[in-house]
T-cell receptor, first 115, second 115 residues
Framework: AQSVSQHNHHVILSEAASLELGCNYSYGGTVNLFWYVQYPGQHLQLLLKYFSGDPLVKGIKGFEAEFIKSKFSFNLRKPSVQWSDTAEYFC?????????????FGKGTTLSVSS | KAGVTQTPRYLIKTRGQQVTLSCSPISGHRSVSWYQQTPGQGLQFLFEYFSETQRNKGNFPGRFSGRQFSNSRSEMNVSTLELGDSALYLC??????????????FGPGTRLLVL
């Protein structure tokens, strides 16, 4: 069965620090990859997605992620975090090109940014 | 364009009761997926509907059921509620036909508390 592993449960950073959140998945076939963010009191929002092509994808609010197929990884990065980035971040994977397939989520990483 | 809407937003029930949650997808989206979010298990897939047909089902007991109407609105029902059913229930919509770049957009969720 597919699974998604997010290595860090809770990350604490100061403003302007760089961020990298790890995500690994287990599935040998073609996948679609997503990062979602859940700000306090808000609903789950799409941060960025990868379907094909350039493995470095850019999302909203200065976030980017790199798909490394050989490592089954899709790590999220941001060069300089802001206090407003405090949120929970979820990595999700879906089998590509199959109708009705579910998103498989990691357990999430809580990011706390201090000003 | 309006986002995914879910009603009610909050619900308190007692053990043994049943509950029905509603989801209206983004206009033009024909696929609706349901997820359960709990602190311990994270986000888990319940089921997915497209054109009034269930295309995929997660690993949940038969007490959890759903349906989709001709206007793409969806409902999920949980019968004989248990304390462990307390969770945030999220609905997500996507275009649906299963093309290579399907993206799910989430609603705010219904927070269910079972006493």
């Amino acid at each position: 069965a597919q699974s998604v592993s997010q290595h860090n449960h809770h990350v604490i950073l100061s403003e302007a620090a760089s961020l990298e959140l790890g995500c690994n998945y287990s599935y040998g076939g073609t996948v679609n990859l997503f990062w979602y963010v859940q700000y306090p009191g808000q609903h789950l929002q799409l941060l960025l997605k990868y379907f094909s092509g350039d493995p470095l994808v850019k999302g909203i609010k200065g976030f980017e992620a790199e798909f490394i197929k050989s490592k089954f990884s899709f790590n999220l990065r941001k060069p300089s975090v802001q206090w407003s980035d405090t949120a929970e971040y979820f990595c999700a994977v879906r089998r590509a090109n199959q109708a009705g397939t579910a998103l498989i989520f990691g357990k999430g990483t809580t990011l706390s940014v201090s000003s | 364009k309006a986002g995914v809407t879910q009603t009610p937003r909050y619900l308190i029930k007692t053990r043994g009761q049943q509950v029905t949650l509603s989801c209206s997808p983004i206009s033009g989206h024909r696929s609706v997926s349901w997820y359960q979010q709990t602190p311990g298990q994270g986000l888990q897939f319940l089921f997915e509907y497209f054109s009034e047909t269930q295309r995929n089902k997660g690993n949940f007991p038969g007490r959890f059921s759903g349906r989709q109407f001709s206007n793409s609105r969806s409902e999920m029902n949980v019968s004989t509620l248990e304390l462990g059913d307390s969770a945030l229930y999220l609905c997500a919509s996507s275009l649906g036909p299963g093309g290579s770049e399907e993206t799910q957009y989430f609603g705010p969720g219904t927070r269910l508390l079972v006493l």
